[in-house]
């Protein structure tokens, strides 16, 4: 159980500092830096802390939803949260372009607004 509070601590953790690296990364956009080593440094450690955290989303998806041994119990008000989040992060994050940019029927939309 130590293990699984550790685990969810450790998401919590990379989750603040991607929203982090987020807000400091529009941040870099609005002020126009010239600085573009900053901003590719920013976008990397953005996309890196993002895959760990899919990862690990995933990883702590698949221990609580095993088939084989319910865990039901161990969705705590930590964890609803974390999900919670994970699933706001995935939809704002999402690639939307390629969506809305590609599907006919949008493009028929965009076009018709």
């Keep these: 159980m130590k293990f ?8 919590v953790i990379l989750k ?3 929203f982090g690296l987020s ?11 010239k600085n573009s080593t900053l901003y590719d440094n920013i976008t990397k450690l953005r ?3 993002e895959l760990i955290i ?11 939803f095993n088939p084989y041994y319910p865990k039901i119990y161990l969705i705590d008000k930590e964890t ?3 999900l919670f989040a994970y ?5 704002v994050t999402a690639s939307w372009e390629d969506i809305f940019g590609e ?6 939309f965009k076009d018709f607004f």
């Design 80 to 82: 609803k949260i974390i």
């Design 23 to 33: 807000i400091y990364r529009e941040y870099l956009i609005f002020k126009k830096s």
């Design 54 to 64: 899919s990862l690990l989303i995933s990883f702590l998806l698949i221990y609580l």
């Design 4 to 11: 699984y509070h550790s685990f969810i601590i450790l998401i």
């Design 103 to 108: 599907s006919f029927i949008f493009k028929l």
């Design 16 to 18: 603040l500092m991607f």
């Design 87 to 91: 699933g706001w992060i995935t939809l």
């Design 47 to 49: 996309l890196h802390s």
